[in-house]
């Protein structure tokens, strides 16, 4: 698949033709209470995701500002929102394998470039798959970058995630 990432940072980003490919829309509650239930417990300030639309290779992400212990203007990024998107392109291994028996770690990045500094309070994410999670693999990747009204600011191009085993198996 090739990612919508590897354009221009610059450019303007097609967000509503890309969820018009996304037929699966997820509300944030109900993706943080499933990472619950699957063990998964970043707390607030990592729980960033608004609303996800989702398809098998893609998925577009809004994002809300949650209530943070420290100030957002001491990082470049705030790691809970880079985070986000991690979650997300996570969440494509959950859906490919059994979650009592496995588990996703990241990685592995191949390359992270850092445009600017994002307005948080309007930031948006992309996800999409490079190689896909399948019941027979032990690795999936993915391309993820987060917008703003000024388009694209950070880009994490291939994102390896490793399938572990967990005490089930």
Not at 55 to 81: C, H, I, K, Q, W
Not at 131 to 137: E, F, G, L, M, T
């Given at each position: ?49 608004k ?103 950070i880009?994490?191009?291939?994102f ?9 198996d």
């Amino acid at each position: 698949t090739k990612s919508n990432c590897s354009s221009n940072l610059a450019q303007p980003f097609d967000f509503n033709n890309i969820q018009a490919r996304c037929p699966v829309m997820i509300n944030g509650a109900d993706f943080y209470a499933e990472l619950v239930e699957s063990g998964y417990n970043w707390g607030e300030s990592f729980s960033w995701i608004k609303t996800i639309w989702k398809s098998d290779t893609e998925a577009v992400f809004t994002m809300r500002l949650p209530e943070l212990p420290d100030n957002l203007d001491d990082y470049p990024v705030y790691p809970g929102l880079l985070d986000a998107g991690f979650q997300v392109l996570g969440s494509f291994g959950k859906d490919n394998y059994d979650s009592n028996s496995s588990a996703f770690m990241p990685f592995s990045i191949s390359n992270l470039e850092f445009n600017r500094k994002i307005n948080a309070a309007e930031a948006w994410g992309y996800v999409s798959l490079i190689d896909a999670p399948s019941p027979n693999r032990e690795t999936f990747k993915g391309d993820i970058c987060w917008f703003d009204k000024n388009g694209i600011a950070i880009k994490v191009s291939g994102f390896e995630f490793r399938r572990i085993k967990t005490d089930s198996d």
